[in-house]
């Protein structure tokens, strides 16, 4: 995970809150982390491929969804409906899309998929062998963490999608055969 | 959602279990979903961007899981632990990896993102605007569900942060 991949997400989240919320937002501490992480309620996936690739995710809880797209579209949410995914999904498109034109000037051009969102606490989302990058962002409507598993990819993966199974190196001790 | 974009996950996905585990498949009706759905214990998540752009999953049981690694591997896996977790992103992989040449060949060109392993039943998963075929595949070892929410590219998406509002006629 480089460092270099951090600053163009978070400039671009504080410029989406600033425009869609008028609100600043204060970043809290950065972790690496490398094993699965047990989701927040809303999680919104994004997938970049290009120059560097790997998967970008935006958590959350529902209250801070719903203060998210209440403040965004004016008006009150009394559920985590269709309206309210969809506007906190384009929240993480928008942030994303930004940070790649970011990205793109700092000389990695990606592009990214459409958003997935994934509702439910407790389960677990692993990026395998991709390490994420942990920012929590906070402002009044509550903390949004964003996380980003990204690397620089592979020459040959640029061109080539299919990749053969690598027989595994080395097996772990933890596992009971 | 394009029924052209079925063919070629299905074609991969025979190719790819016969391959590596062995195992026969049957293919059961297949479903057009919009709204989200329920996770099984282990869905892979894999997304294409490209010509053709959107999102892949593949779920499962443990079980079924825990079988497909045994077959792979060839050795018995009996707990969803680090190595048996890669194998199944990486069966993903080379499934969604597969059919994206196939796709390549019939016209539409895609890059493939790094696998996501989402574990755990009862989330909600969401592809928003997007519906998915839902295509059931059935094994002596259990049940593995494809969703496929794919639609051809709309080039709105990364050029939307850089959409700038059109000048008003008439103002110099």
Redesign the interface.
């Known amino acids: 995970m480089n460092v270099a991949f951090l600053n163009p997400f978070v400039e ?1 989240a504080r410029d989406v809150f600033l425009a869609e919320t008028q609100l600043d937002v204060i970043r809290g501490d950065i972790s690496l982390e490398t094993s ?1 992480f047990t ?1 927040d309620d809303v999680t919104v ?6 120059d560097v ?3 970008v995710m935006l958590g959350m809880s529902v209250e801070t969804g719903l203060a998210l797209v209440e403040r965004m579209m004016s008006q009150s949410f009394a559920t985590f409906d269709r309206l309210a ?2 506007g906190v ?1 384009e929240l993480g ?2 942030i994303t ?2 940070a ?2 970011k990205l793109e000037e700092a000389g990695f051009e990606a ?10 606490k ?9 390490q994420r990058l942990k920012v929590p962002l906070m402002n009044d409507l509550g903390e949004i963490n964003i996380q980003l ?1 990204l690397e620089v990819s592979p020459i040959e993966s ?1 061109t080539e ?8 190196e080395t ?2 001790p ?4 | 959602m394009n029924v052209k974009f079925l063919n070629p996950f299905i074609d991969a996905v025979f190719e790819v279990l016969n391959a590596e585990t062995k195992l026969e498949m049957e293919r059961g009706a297949l479903s057009l979903e919009s709204d989200s759905f329920v996770t099984a214990d282990v869905t892979v998540l894999i997304s294409l961007v490209g010509q053709v752009e959107g999102s892949v999953f593949y779920g499962m049981s443990t079980s079924m899981a825990l079988g497909l690694v045994t077959r792979m591997m060839g050795e018995p896996y009996t707990q969803f632990d680090s190595l048996a977790q890669s194998g199944i992103a990486e069966l993903g992989n080379v499934i969604t990896g597969r059919a994206s040449i196939k796709l390549a060949e019939a016209g539409y060109e895609s890059t493939i993102s790094p696998p996501t392993l989402i574990e755990g039943s009862d989330a909600a998963i969401s592809t928003l605007d997007r519906p998915r075929l839902v295509v059931p595949l059935e094994s002596e070892l259990g049940d593995l569900k494809i969703h496929l929410a794919l639609r051809e590219r709309l080039d709105v998406h990364k050029t939307a942060a850089e959409l700038r509002t059109p000048a008003a006629p008439g103002l110099a």
Not at chain 1, 122 to 130: A, I, M, N, R
Not at chain 1, 174 to 177: E, K
């Open positions: 671009a699965a989701a996936l994004i997938s970049l491929v290009g690739r790997g998967v995914q969809s999904a498109n928008v899309g930004r790649s034109v592009d990214i998929s459409p958003p997935t969102m994934v509702r439910g407790g389960v677990t989302v692993s990026s395998l062998e991709f598993a640029k999608n299919h990749i053969p199974i690598v027989a595994p097996s772990d933890n596992r009971s055969a």
